[in-house]
């Protein structure tokens, strides 16, 4: 009979598989599994992936899984970064649908429930929802954040004809009409699993674009659940850095790649454009970002370090492909100087921007 009654409970299909990556998340985590229980959607179940944590979080959630048997599940692995982590939960899925929350994160309590009735209701593979931002040391106020579409539902003429145009670049700067995070999405299992060999787990910069890009050009339907901010995005000190990142253009150009790959994988629309625009973006934001960061540095530092970033071979390629009709005259113009090489302009735009 005990046998049996395993056997059963392990075939058991639920509605939605929470998956909720871990790492030295101790101080946030009883906050983060404790929203998710208290979901109104019952036939939930819950994946906890230790991603080879060091610090109290590992035994937590062997403490869940033991509490919640059925509920709760524990996947121990070796540090392999937050892409591995959700791809190693979303693998061993039994639910219909994946969702997924950071583990310093939380939630509403009908979220899963009503992204799950609407999702249903629509026989669609994709629910999205908006995120509510809030900030640990209160040093900035709390704001709301959705993707800015004007229907709540896309069947396969309109993802193409409306939403497809403007996906990851609508011709402003950092025009994302998608928002990548994986957290505010519902999404069909099958979709998710069949997209896995897609991300991939070197890209640790926007690691959500990819699996967003991979779900949107396989879904029939996308569904949005618009002015609905369930998720609480929590920015704590240790994700808010200051820090100058030395390696960060090696980062991006890892997620180009990437999402290169998959526009070409999957066919159909040509989103390299949108694409390479996305990057040119993300390299301003690099500089701009530099030069505010080391306010101390010497201006030959900061010039070494444009002039780095402005002859690497991707970068002056999308300053040659890019399409942002939208872009302000400023915009504009810092890219000329990037274009042209002009590093004190640029030095000097940015130092008085951040004045």
């Known amino acids: 009979m005990h046998g049996k009654a395993e056997k059963t409970m392990s075939e058991k299909i639920f509605d939605v598989s929470v998956v909720i990556p871990v790492y030295n998340m101790e101080a946030y985590l009883d906050r983060c599994v404790k929203s998710v229980l208290a979901q109104t959607l019952q036939n939930i179940e819950i994946i906890l992936v230790d991603d080879g944590g060091s610090d109290r979080s590992v035994t937590m959630c062997d403490d869940y899984a033991a509490a919640y048997p059925g509920k709760i599940r524990v996947l121990h692995k070796e540090n392999g970064g937050l892409t591995s982590a959700w791809k190693a939960g979303s693998a061993v899925a039994k639910g219909r649908y994946i969702g997924y929350v950071d583990s310093d994160d939380f939630i509403l309590p009908d979220m899963y429930e009503r992204m799950f009735t609407r999702i249903e209701e629509e026989n669609a593979d994709i629910a999205c929802c908006g995120l509510h931002h809030i900030y640990e040391d209160g040093s900035h106020e709390e704001w709301d954040d959705q993707m800015d579409f004007p229907t709540d539902v896309f069947e396969p003429a309109a993802l193409e004809k409306e939403m497809f145009p403007v996906l990851i670049n609508d011709g402003s700067f950092m025009g994302r009409k998608l928002h990548p995070n994986r957290v505010t999405k519902l999404v069909r299992t099958s979709l998710v699993q069949k997209n896995l060999p897609l991300c991939s787990d ?73 694409i390479w625009n996305d990057f040119l973006c993300l390299t301003v934001l690099h500089i701009k970002g530099g030069i ?21 071979p991707d970068v002056l390629h999308a300053l040659k492909v890019y399409n942002m009709p939208q872009l302000t005259i400023a915009e504009k113009l810092f890219l000329f100087f990037m274009k042209h090489h002009m590093y004190l302009a640029i030095f000097l735009a940015v130092r008085i921007y951040f004045r």
């Open 292 to 312: 505010y960061k080391k306010k101390k540095a010497p201006y030959k530092e900061h010039k070494s370090d444009m002039k780095s970033i402005c002859h690497d």
């Open 202 to 274: 070197e890209v640790s910069i926007g690691e959500d674009f990819q699996f967003s890009l991979c779900m949107f050009l396989d879904a029939k339907k996308v569904v949005v659940l618009k002015d609905y901010f369930p998720y609480y995005y929590y920015m704590n000190n240790s994700s808010m850095t200051m820090k100058y990142d030395s390696h960060y253009m090696e980062k991006i150009k890892i997620l180009n790649k990437n999402l290169l790959r998959i526009s070409k994988e999957k066919g159909g629309y040509d989103f390299s454009t949108q």
